[in-house]
């Protein structure tokens, strides 16, 4: 009874605790922590241990638990949320140091009228050592033949479809903060839509996304972000390609056109009729 009556105590303390403060999604081991840093001001026991604070914290409906599984793998995660979280700070709850990327991002930007019912949360791959990569005309036409690969790694909650997307080690380059949600910026967003147009509508979304922003964004540190990311396959192509039909002015485009181009490319995978670009050399659906 005693330790029931100081959590009773502190009860009030300890929902404004979790209504006022920035996290709205924690996991075990953050509640954990909540517990050992607010202990002696809360005037909890010692003897009410992680699980029997969680338990009390469910009891009196401060946060309530959710259980999620994805598919195509073992990846199971608890997580505890206050009543006010939102599905995007749920899903970048999931993995550590993921943002949310692609469309969720288009989105987040104000870049779109729709709202996307799949969230796209990437995390990064370690990073590699450099080593010398050659790219072969034959095998950049094998590649494109083929449809995009999608991660397979995802889950439903809520009526929305949380999809994890293990990309290329970057550093989180053009990550940045907004409303609290890590989020990649316009010009990395542009970046990444290009590169798998899939996990932004298609192509024509991708351009009219283009279009919407074209007036917005800034070829340099676009340009920066793409050469940190360091492709093997010539992205500069596509966005080349995207941002003058976009409307980009030719002297602004400049700085794209002064990176090489050495090879054909595709506009997206598994085109069925398509046309040719001479000036950025690359191959689009037919009609763009």
Known sequence: MANKSR????????KAFFRDGARKVYSKEQLSEVLEQNRTLWNLPFSMYTDK??????????????EIIFSGTYLKKERYLTSDASVFQVAVSLVNK??????????LHGLTNQIPKTIY?????????????????????????????????????E??????HNGMYSNRSGVFSLNDLPVTNIERTLIDIAVRPGYAGGVDSVLDIYRRVIDKISINKLMATLDKLNFIYP??????????KAGLSDDKLEVLRQKKILFD????????????????KIYHPKGM
């Open 53 to 66: 604070f969680i338990v009390r914290l469910l009891s009196s409906e401060i946060l309530s638990k959710r």
């Open 235 to 244: 992205y500069h192509q596509t966005i080349g390609f995207y941002l003058q």
């Open 121 to 157: 949360i990437s995390f990064e791959q370690s990073k590699k050592n450099n080593v010398d990569r050659e790219l072969e005309q034959s095998a950049i036409d094998s590649a494109f033949s083929k449809p995009q690969r999608k991660s397979g790694t995802a889950t439903i909650y």
């Open 159 to 164: 009526g929305y479809t949380l999809l994890l």
């Open 98 to 107: 993921s943002y949310l990327s692609h469309y969720t991002a288009v989105y």
């Open 7 to 14: 959590f009773v105590v502190a009860e009030s303390s300890i």
């Open 265 to 280: 490319f595709y506009l997206t995978y598994e085109i069925s009729e398509k046309e040719y670009n001479t000036t950025w």
